[in-house]
């Protein structure tokens, strides 16, 4: 199975600071997922990576896939109260080159935003 | 538009009854899934629908049984629950596998 691990579990920042999550996974990476939640909420989708090296950014926040396809970061840019909740990332599972749909998070960090 | 709709939003009930839970979305996705999250842990999936035919289960007990009756309409029936089964139960639509899945608000389910 996917394993993925998040870091850190929590982070309290001073609105205005910048700041980094990091996912990693035990085996390849084909598809990983960034998602947003609020407690007791749905999901928001934020970004998919799937090419080793891709970048991505809305706003003022940005994830990385690096090459090796294992690691990913979220970056957010001059956080914001409206920052604040959990952030999950998730991997697909892919065999043979195809997706089963199936997606494993990790455990989440919650973010804290301080004004 | 990118809304999945999920009813009810709150749902309590006996280990005897039986209820439903129901979702919808209108993009025109045609994978659907169920995932179940317990307090303060991520999102499981349970079920996975591909073109309305059940494609995934991952073990899931016979009292959860789902339903994908057309492609914009998903429900999972409930039956002889526990009270381990309280949670907060997840609909995400996709346009296919493999891409990003959307998010419904979930129904919290209390079994008591």
């Known amino acids: 199975s996917q394993e993925l691990e998040q870091s850190p579990q929590s982070l309290i920042v001073q609105e205005g600071k910048n700041l980094t999550i990091n996912c990693t996974s035990s085996?390849?990476?084909?598809?990983l997922y960034w998602y947003k939640q609020k407690y007791g909420e749905g999901l928001i989708f934020l970004m998919m990576?799937?090419?080793?090296?891709e970048e991505k950014s809305h706003e003022k926040i940005t994830a990385k896939l690096d090459e090796k396809k294992q690691q990913s970061s979220l970056h957010i840019t001059a956080s914001q109260p409206s920052h604040a909740g959990i952030y999950l990332c998730?991997?697909?599972?892919?065999?043979?080159?195809?997706?089963?749909?199936?997606?494993?998070f990790g455990q989440g960090t919650i973010l804290t935003v301080h004004p | 538009d990118t809304e999945v709709t999920q009813t009810p939003k709150h749902l309590v009930m006996g280990m005897t009854n039986k209820k439903s839970l129901k979702c919808e979305q209108h993009?025109?996705?045609?994978?659907m899934y169920w995932y179940k999250q317990k307090a303060k842990k991520p999102p499981e999936l349970m079920f996975v629908?591909?073109?309305?035919?059940?494609?995934i289960n991952e073990s899931v007990p016979s009292r959860f049984s789902p339903e994908c009756p057309n492609s914009s309409l998903l429900n999972l029936h409930l039956h002889a629950l526990q009270p381990e089964d309280s949670a907060l139960y997840l609909c995400?639509?996709?346009?296919?596998?493999?891409?990003?899945?959307?998010f419904g608000p979930g129904t919290r389910l209390t079994v008591t």
């Open positions: 995400a639509s996709s346009p296919q596998l493999g891409y990003e899945q959307y």
């Open positions: 085996k390849t990476l084909y598809g």
């Open positions: 990576l799937q090419k080793g090296g």
């Open positions: 998730g991997a697909d599972i892919y065999a043979g080159g195809t997706s089963y749909g199936k997606l494993t």
């Open positions: 993009m025109g996705h045609r994978a």
């Open positions: 629908y591909s073109y309305e035919k059940l494609s």
